[in-house]
């Protein structure tokens, strides 16, 4: 059945307003690069499009675009680059808009471009970091941490160890399971559990408070 006079003069309104979106944003020689030499769009360059005529939408017709503007978008897509086309879609261009169900990649991409710009920013913390027990220390500086049964292992060597070189060593190669251990409020008393040698650091704190 031949498409009616109406169908074929909004289509190609919609697709010269697609052009003209894309002449005026960059990126656009990517998009039609690719579709020409391709005969379709991979998923990153069709969202390149979508981004591209998200923003020139909002440009245009503010924020939140009505559905008559951005179905006219998605029929214009199709119409520029029919292989984009969804043939088992009523119109055709459901996945870029679809007005009764308000999703689609444009739909989607509006939602995210609002919710963006209105996120209100998070305030930096202007509390000074706690010091002593309460701070977290960085095991960055340290040797390579051990996890698992490496860690374990190490634990109970230094536990039961009598060479003062090798435990420190140990020690430090497991500061962050102890520092797990102190910042978790389940677990936090497990620490003298686990490390009794801490039991007998009586004579300085300086001596165990840096492996804590």
Do not use: E, F
């Given at each position: 059945m031949n498409r009616s006079t109406t169908e074929v003069s909004d289509s190609e309104a919609a697709k010269e307003m697609v052009e003209?979106?894309?002449?005026?944003?960059?990126g656009r020689e990517d998009v039609l690069k690719e579709y020409k030499s391709e005969n379709s769009?991979?998923?990153?360059?069709?969202?390149?499009l979508v981004n591209i005529l998200a923003s020139h939408m909002t440009e245009m017709h503010g924020r939140i675009p009505s559905r008559n503007q951005k179905e006219k978008f998605a029929l214009g897509i199709i119409t520029l680059f029919p292989s984009l086309k969804d043939p088992f879609c009523?119109?055709?261009y459901e996945h870029f808009y679809d007005g009764e169900k308000g999703t689609g990649y444009l739909a989607w991409r509006l939602k995210t471009m609002s919710?963006?710009?209105?996120?209100?920013?998070?305030?930096?913390?202007?509390e000074p970091q706690a010091q002593g027990p309460?701070?977290?220390?960085?095991?960055?500086t340290e040797p390579q941490q051990l996890d698992g049964d490496a860690c374990r292992e190490a634990i109970s060597f230094f536990v039961h160890s009598p060479d003062e070189t090798s435990v420190f060593q140990k020690m430090k190669?497991?500061?962050q399971h102890r520092q797990d251990?102190?910042?978790d409020p389940l677990r936090t008393t497990d620490v003298l559990k686990t490390f009794p040698c801490f039991f007998r650091c009586q004579r300085t704190s300086e001596l165990c408070l840096p492996f804590i």
């Open positions: 003209n979106a894309l002449l005026t944003k960059p769009l991979k998923h990153r360059t069709r969202r390149q009523p119109k055709g919710s963006n710009k209105y996120q209100q920013p998070v305030k930096a913390a202007t309460n701070r977290r220390r960085s095991a960055a190669m497991t500061l251990l102190v910042h």
